[in-house]
């Protein structure tokens, strides 16, 4: 009898591996270790909550632990916490109610995830004071703000956490600040596309702080103020979201070989260093679609499928995890606001290319039509190859089309091929000429 | 001096050459013969009009004659036609107020369009009896709703017209009829997409009478009635929709090839068979991206790019006409859909591939966050190769996605590429796996 398929964690990748791996290949037991008690949830939902669209924190959970065992017949062990992991021997150590195990594997997954960062902010451990990772903190934000009706919040950090909790707190009624040490809020998603954010997030009300570090909070038991530079600002609640790091210490201390962005290096199979030993999701690099290179995109459809396809593949087939193209897309406000591919100049050169940019003003629908909106539109190519690397779209709609943009990075086209792209044209949709057809030709313009 | 540029026909193929022309070699004459009023109409934007969405027709106009003439330099000659071409002198002989005249040309341009296909019913020269091509079409309609106030409406045929009219007039308070020969309506949307849309239709009240052959149209001195076999139906006003035929008689006159689809054969240039005659728009074939042959699907952007395309050659930069994959979109009340590259078995069977099709209704967000909508797909690929073929949607809302396929079916995707696209995911725009993507899994499944 084949030894157990054993998983490091409950969340995306953990979670899609049992389920698929139990599909196929339903007699080999498959083990899910998760220190928490949450399985299996929409972490990018947590934001909605707080603002009040989801009206219990259990509505983001798509499969409960009951359904994961009665239902699917995984042994799903929370409150279990992986501790060592020994490829040699093919085990893992576990603790559980102060009791260590061993369990032997025939595969193992590593779905560790990844955690908030926190800097050594000066009261940091104020009342008050939270990130934004997993549900018992989502649930702690929720009761923080009902219970306390905070007046004024500080976020520190303007990435996604960023600009959707400024939208969820100022739904609650609380005066928002969002504090940013870079120049521009949403990094990944290029300047063009941050500008227009930035300025909707001002209309919305929101105070917002550019280039701006945070040293510390002020506060006697619960937190009071921010400190910046030469200033304090009222803050009672702060919201730190400053990015994440993988957790791969585990993964680290059993010698797996972790790559140059920190997470840990897989092959197209999700496969590491070792045999038998796989990592899918926030703790593991995939294969950038555009620059070929290793790449580090926490998000929850890399980890979704990375685990369903290791689920296929120890379950005898074998199944690439697929690539990233570093899709995201973000609510702010009235807005949304897209990205897919390399937009940043310095990445494209780093990776070899030169890239040749535009930003052009369009609508999503032809001028007569009633309900037009502005779309903003960022296209990048290569200026020799004229290959498409990437995009930014902003407007109150249609920044789905990110995703046209994704499957042509991906496709490797070149901006002629995207500019001669057949897209959807019907007035209550779209102009003739749809706002990526549009950046396409005048993009091909500039590459002249 | 170079032999001016001359075109026939100021409709989107037309506009778009000679803009695009007078854009790249200004000192070159432009020549557009048009033999009505009109030029550069959005006419997709008809049925809006009709429906009070759009105050003035005159706002379906992108650019106007004068603008043309006085900001272009486009020596645009409206209420003329073109009645002969002579592609060995190169020159077109033309009528205006009674007279006629020679011109020369160095290259040309057809862009004659495509007319409404009128069946010879019984009575249909009855007044209220309408097609819906021509801007004076969309004008006499608007009058006569306006000023016979009618109480019940018939179309004849279920297509694009017939469900945007059936929108537009029961907005204007008619009662509905819809008449369709086959037993579907949009027909090249596949049977399961226009499934969805029928039962919409039926919801909003339109009365749906599939393979159901209209046998004439009765009344006195205006349209009364809709005859059907054994059936006389109410009908104060008739619109007659069941497609369109190319308008290529001058051009086969000439000696000019026309194509298998009947529309003039061009490669990928748009040039037809004779060197410095060009086609393109509703008259004109191009090439289908999925199948490589010629395909004739007269819309908007096809003629759009096409003209566009040609006035660059004809100005020194061959550049291609850019294939179709048959995208197309119509809302129907309350539903968009849309649908893209081959979705009709046969159709595909007749260029060589073994489709293998599902269908599968999802949702546009995630069960939790506020406003789902569901969304049907309809995604094909061919057994053998696993390539994408085509996809069809239906739902209220995200219908825009189809030009992810279009992307895919374009790029030759196998579905395992589609799935594995790296497509937006947060909870205000999308399921974590977006819909097309589910689908690209469900139909992988069946592939295996």
Known sequence: ???????????????????????????????????????????????????????????????????????????????HEVVAIDPEAKTVTVEADGERFEQSYGDLLIGTGARAIVPPFDGIDLEGVFTLRSMDQADAIEDYVSDHEPATAAIVGGGYVGVEMAEALD??????????MLPQTLQPFGEETAQVVEEHLREQGVDLHLETAVQGFAGSDHVEAVEVEDDSVSADLVIVGVGVAPNVELAEEAGIEIGETGAIATDEYGRTNYENV???????EVENVVTGEPDHVPLALTANRAGRAIGSTVSGEPTETGGTAGTAIVKAFELGAARTGVIDDERAREAGFDPVSVTIDTETRPHYYPGATELTVTLVADRESNRVLGAGLVGPEGTKRIDTVATAVTSGLTVTELQNLDLAYAPPFSPVWDPILTAAKVLSGRLE
Chains 1, 2 share one sequence.
């Open 278 to 284: 796989y990592a899918a999701g926030d703790c593991a």
């Open 1 to 79: 009898m084949t030894d157990p398929f054993v998983i490091v964690g409950g969340d995306a990748a953990g979670m899609s591996a049992a389920s698929k791996a139990k599909r196929e290949a339903p007699d080999r037991d498959v083990l899910v270790f998760e220190k928490g008690e949450w399985v299996s949830y929409a972490g990018c939902g947590m934001p909605y909550y707080i603002k009040g669209d989801v009206e219990n924190l259990e509505d983001l959970v798509s499969v409960t632990p009951e359904e994961f065992r009665e239902q699917r017949d995984v042994d799903l062990r929370t409150g």
């Open 171 to 180: 739904e609650r009624g609380v005066d928002v600040s969002i504090f940013e």
